[in-house]
């Protein structure tokens, strides 16, 4: 398995167990799932119960369980403070220059001056989502750290937007 984390923070974000493709070389989009996730109980489900596969009734939601898109809840990810869409690029500007430095460091001249080139065309596309995108970060709520967005597609399943070159990639 690979563990997908901030270069900057070290936080867990993501790992391969989630369906992703990589777009334009610059960002992953990780598909996710709405589950819920029960602290106190047993699952019947998972000891042959054969509870109604439907969403469940008002009387079935319980306080001791956690519903919400599985990637959040794996890694712990945390809602970022709001930004505006014209502040974006400001907030992440601190990071994008520890990530050009990190990988200039690593010998990885080639990927930064790629990222470097690339980002205005993905920040300009994520801008234009941006009404629709829910803003997140790692455990950590380091200042520079990743910020990742959660968004739906038109049948409601949830999906990550993750920068590429601002991930390392652990193989566990």
């Known amino acids: 398995m690979i563990i997908y984390k901030d270069r900057i923070t070290g936080d867990e974000l993501f790992s391969d167990n989630f369906p992703m493709k990589l777009i334009d ?8 799932k709405t589950v819920a996730e029960n602290s ?3 699952d019947e489900s998972l000891i042959g119960g054969n509870k109604s596969a439907e969403e469940p009734t008002e009387e079935e939601y319980s306080s001791d369980t956690t519903y919400g898109v599985n990637i959040i809840l794996t890694h712990r990810l945390r809602p970022a403070v709001p930004i505006a869409a014209k502040d974006y690029a400001t907030v992440i500007k601190p990071g994008l220059k520890l990530i050009l430095e990190k990988l200039t460091n690593e010998g990885k001249e080639d990927e930064a001056a790629f990222f470097k080139s690339n980002l205005p065309a993905v920040v300009k596309k994520i801008k234009k989502m941006w009404d629709d995108l829910v803003v997140y970060q790692g455990e950590s709520d380091e200042e520079n750290g990743l910020i990742c967005f959660l968004n739906y597609r038109e049948n409601g399943d949830p999906y990550m937007i993750f920068l590429k070159h601002w991930l390392i990639e652990e193989k566990v």
């Open 40 to 42: 106190g109980s047993i």
């Open 25 to 32: 070389g610059m960002y992953y989009e990780v598909e996710g």
